[in-house]
């Protein structure tokens, strides 16, 4: 199986760097000195690591035969793809690849059934799920441990609690109609203070 793992940006210098934009969780595994990556589009590699290093807080990779400014600058927008075992699994038990995540099915605790998920976002703040309801429309869900409860890799499944209007505008309004319901009806304002 095949996963997107780095875009290549700008060059970096003149000796053929470029800054690194990665897209794993495990860029010491998959963009280390002497792997292999295919590239989209494919005309421009395979690529070979040569060497790797963080330069203010970015990843700097250099590929064997870039030995150039415009060599590199040639490379940018360039997709790096490396090649993973479908089973193989992350070494954190709460991490999944996206391909472990695409089509599973999201519901609330309950049971209700809210879509399934075709797309996962990789934000710098977070990622997120691209859910498509049963009507054809989509959701955006944060993947993060507040509202996603569970991930049941088994049973196909992702349980989630959103807060209110996360889903649809219906749930803010009844969690807004239950709250105003709460207050008892004969309490009285609060003192504006002035005494």
Known sequence: MQLVVARIGRAHGIK???TV??????????LGPGAVLATEPASAGPLTIESGRVHSGRLLLRFEGVRDRNAAEALRNTLLIAEVDPDELPEDPDEYYDHQLMDLDVVLADGTAVGRITEISHLPSQDLFI??????????IPFVEEIVAEIDLEEQRAVITPPPGLIDDSQAEIA???TADAAPADAAPADEGGN
């Open 16 to 18: 053929g760097e470029v």
């Open 21 to 30: 934009e990665v897209r794993t969780d495990e860029p010491e595994l998959r």
């Open 131 to 140: 859910v498509e309801r049963p009507d054809g429309s989509e959701v955006m």
């Open 176 to 178: 807004s109609t239950r």
